[in-house]
Antibody, heavy 125, light 111 residues
């Protein structure tokens, strides 16, 4: 069974860059059939799709965050990462990594079957 | 404001059935059979309960079922149990903006 685990600082100063890494175990990030995804949840609120990456390196970002987001993948470490720059208090949220089933690069994202436990990132000076 | 509309809360007694609705548009729920439902207990990660409108992942009790009619999808939980008390989120592929949109979530209370 695939397991995902987020890691990174829990506190980021305003205007700086939020950086998180998701380590995948129990399966190869290069095996295909998945979009490696970042989703966030503002405190007490619903879920927001941040973006995803295929093992080939193809990415898709939420248009509302696109100018500030970079998702990358390191197949040698079985990890993928999120960088969100110029953060503000509005970026304070729980951040989840997840595996989202797809038939292939560019195909529909079907559903997210495995999720990390999530990590709370607070933006504050 | 979430792209998909869910009731803020529903409740039911143990053993009863409840249904949570999720209303979208022809660009998401109505146009594709890529509706999923997630259960989230406090402080925990969401858990996939239903995918592609009505399919249950292995390990999810058959008390959970999903359906869709037009632009509205539904999650039904029959034989309510105390451990079903949680927040439930629907999601769908969308052709209009982000690839996936979520509902605002529904808090299920088991009385």
């Amino acid at each position: 069974q695939v397991q995902l685990q987020e890691s990174g600082p829990g506190l980021v100063k305003p205007s700086q860059t939020l950086s998180l890494t998701c380590t995948v175990s129990g399966g190869s990030i290069s095996s295909g059939g998945y979009y490696w995804t970042w989703i966030r949840q503002h405190p007490g609120k619903g879920l927001e799709w941040i973006g995803h990456i295929y093992y080939s390196g193809s990415t898709y970002y939420n248009p509302s965050l696109k100018s500030r987001v970079t998702i990358s993948i390191d197949t040698s470490k079985n990890q993928f990462s999120l960088k969100l720059n110029s953060v503000t208090a509005a970026d304070t949220a729980g951040y989840y990594c997840a595996s989202t089933v797809t038939l292939g690069d560019g195909d529909y994202p079907y559903y997210s079957d495995y999720w990390g436990q999530g990590t709370l990132v607070t933006v504050s000076s | 404001q979430s792209a998909l509309t869910q009731p803020a809360s529903v409740s039911g007694s143990p053993g009863q059935s409840i249904t949570i609705s999720c209303t979208g548009t022809s660009s998401d729920v109505g146009g594709y059979n890529f509706v999923s439902w997630y259960q989230q207990h406090p402080g925990k990660a969401p858990k996939l309960m239903i995918y592609e409108v009505s399919h249950r992942p292995s390990g999810v009790p058959d008390r959970f079922s999903g359906s869709k009619s037009g632009n509205t999808a539904s999650l039904t939980i029959s034989g309510l149990q105390a451990e079903d008390e949680a927040d439930y989120y629907c999601s769908s592929y969308t052709s209009s903006s982000t690839p996936v949109v979520f509902g605002g979530g529904t808090k299920l209370t088991v009385l």
